[in-house]
Nanobody, 124 residues
Framework: VQLQASGGGLVQAGGSLRLSCAVS????????LGWFRQAPGKEREFVAA????????VYGDSVKGRFTISRDNAKRTVYLQMNSLNPEDTSVYYC??????????????????WGQGTQVTVSS
């Protein structure tokens, strides 16, 4: 499985961005797909995750109500729609995957596959 993230950039506070993660390889139906972020000097932080089947979506506390994870089955792409961005959202964002759902979906160590990261910078 390979993951290719894109869509990062520079945005003003209050603005929006949509990240994309194209997934190649694997039979995705039972997969868990997620997004983490990591700012300089900080640990990798859970942002959002979903079962590819669509049965469940979960979010980190800091992004609930502002970010939405979704997927396009035909395009084999998972998205992260980010609204009401603030400077604290500035990070490198990584998409990630594992072959089945886990109750520890918030832990980066649970995931087997990682994309290369895309930088999101929010100016005040």
């Amino acid at each position: 499985v390979q993951l290719q993230a894109s869509g990062g950039g520079l945005v003003q506070a209050g603005g929006s961005l949509r990240l994309s993660c194209a997934v190649s390889g694997g039979t995705l139906f039972n997969y868990a797909l997620g997004w983490f972020r990591q700012a300089p000097g900080k640990e990798r932080e859970f942002v959002a995750a979903m079962r590819w089947s669509g049965a469940r979506t979960v979010y980190g506390d800091s992004v609930k109500g502002r970010f939405t994870i979704s997927r396009d089955n035909a395009k084999r792409t998972v998205y992260l729609q980010m609204n009401s961005l603030n400077p604290e959202d500035t990070s490198v964002y990584y998409c990630t995957a594992r072959s089945s759902w886990t109750v520890n979906y918030y832990s980066a160590s649970e995931y087997n596959y990682w994309g290369q990261g895309t930088q999101v910078t929010v100016s005040s």
